[in-house]
């Protein structure tokens, strides 16, 4: 290993990447209905069986919730769609049709979710029921 | 003592021409078996790995070179110790490998290599940047009683090198006879699927026998498509955090659990394990989807069960 050899790798790369951007490759994920939610929901997490589901009215990020009281929340990454799995319900936050979900991960963030309003305020409101943390912003 | 290039650097080109290949294939056919920052991604922990090896490397040769003191025959470079090289060292590599999927020690080190989302030939780049720390070369050791070094090391290499081609979803099925013996690009979607079905299977570098005689291996389906990533996927493309997430997950948990057995647990335990079982390993998962996958059939012979909120 040297740094011709290193740099000359670093610029194959980048081409490469270049190239796949070039082609116009990947994709935007959409969630496109409550079901599609609930199977990406349950391919995260074996044997999950919503009983509710808050989907964003972009398609981009949802928020469902189990029988055993799992909570399953799901947004894009990149062309894919990555999930995280609760045991207890994650603090979150409604500031009109926005409710904030905060993952407590730093690298994979907080996720927003566009509803309307009042279908935000039911998920609130649910939530204190649910025992977890819950803020109007 | 034959002088020996690297089957990987060599091989570099070859790679670089089929990535463009395979672009221009999911072009025509799926532009989203790639992204543009999965792919970045995946490349420069591949380059970063390379740094890594070039680091340790000295070291591990050195070792290999001190156990072959040790050689328990004189092979020498005799024609027929290249195949019993080649075939042993890919059993190493499956036993490596199956540790790496079962001890987290091991996987904070392999988890790089299963942390993108996609399946296509920049994921086989996708390599670790801490195999040293994890200590994975003790695995290949015990070959250096037997054979020179430098074999071994030209053998891994070309091992590497085999299994780059065989990360892509362009190539469906080959005849029966090539899926029986070679792990194949349907073998190896299964092994970073995580789907339960697929979860900890097909361990083979080049030859899927060894899945097939330790009862690892499992067939892809049709109806059961292979959804990549980790359990937990990163929701990421941070380089840094990619090749050490894992590490820092192990630091977090030893830090804040208590007892030394619990300590311990967290380290060498399987990925997954919790010491209040708050967290799925890939046998719980198995375990759950089996459950569900009866309690379905059964309640499908019952009217609408289904629950309103
Ligand atoms: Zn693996
Ligand atoms: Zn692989």
């Known amino acids: 290993m040297n740094w011709v050899v290193l740099a000359g790798s670093i610029a194959a790369v980048l081409i490469l990447a270049g190239f796949a951007w070039l082609l116009k490759l990947g994709a935007t994920p959409q969630i496109e209905s409550e079901e599609a939610a609930a199977r990406l929901a349950r391919d995260a997490h074996s044997g999950f069986r919503p009983i509710d589901i808050a989907l964003g009215r972009d398609g981009r990020a949802a928020l469902l919730l189990g029988e055993n009281g799992d909570i399953v929340l799901l947004r894009p990454h990149g062309a894919q769609i990555a999930a995280r799995v609760f045991r207890a319900a994650p603090p979150i936050t409604r500031a009109g049709g926005e409710l904030k979900i905060a993952t407590g991960e730093r690298m994979f963030g907080d996720v927003a979710l566009q509803l309307d309003e009042a279908e935000a305020a039911r998920w609130a409101a649910r939530w204190e029921n649910q025992g977890g943390e819950s803020a109007d912003a | 003592m034959p002088d020996l290039p690297s089957p990987t650097q060599v091989a570099v080109p070859a790679f670089v021409i089929l990535v463009l290949v395979e672009m221009l294939i999911s072009w025509r056919v799926d532009p989203s078996r790639y992204e543009p920052k999965d792919t970045l991604t995946s490349m420069m922990l591949g380059t970063g790995s390379t740094v890594a090896g070039a680091l340790t490397g000295a070291s591990v040769f050195a070792l290999s070179l001190w156990i072959a003191q040790y050689q328990l025959f004189d092979i020498g470079f005799v024609w027929w110790a290249w195949p019993l090289c080649f075939l042993l060292d890919d059993l190493a590599y499956y036993v490596f490998h199956r540790s790496a999927h079962r001890v987290r020690w091991f996987w904070a080190s392999h988890v790089i290599h299963h942390s993108s989302q996609h399946y296509n030939l920049s994921t086989a780049l996708r390599q670790t940047w801490t195999g040293f720390i994890s200590v994975s070369f003790i695995f290949r050791l015990p070959l250096f009683f037997i054979f020179p070094p430098e074999m071994v090391f030209f053998c891994a290499g070309l091992n590497l090198v085999y299994q780059f081609w065989i990360h892509t979803e362009a ?32 361990y083979a570098g080049t030859f899927i026998i060894w899945d ?23 929701g990421s493309f941070n380089l840094i955090w990619a090749a050490i997430h894992e590490w820092v997950g192990i630091a977090k948990d030893v830090f804040t659990v208590r007892g030394l057995r619990n300590k311990l647990g967290y380290m060498f335990g399987p990925p997954g394990w919790s010491h209040d079982g708050s967290r799925d390993t890939s046998d719980t998962i198995k375990a759950r989807w089996r459950e569900d996958s009866q309690g379905e059939k059964e309640e499908s012979r019952q009217p609408d069960g289904a629950a309103t909120p």
């Open chain 2, 171 to 202: 190539i469906g099925r080959f005849p029966r006879w090539i899926e029986a013996v070679m792990n194949t690009p349907s073998h190896h979607r299964v092994h970073h699927a995580t789907n339960p079905r697929y979860l900890d299977k097909n």
């Open chain 2, 212 to 234: 097939r005689m330790f009862g690892t291996f499992e067939a892809e389906r049709d109806e059961d498509r292979p959804r990549y990533g980790i359990i937990k996927n990163l």
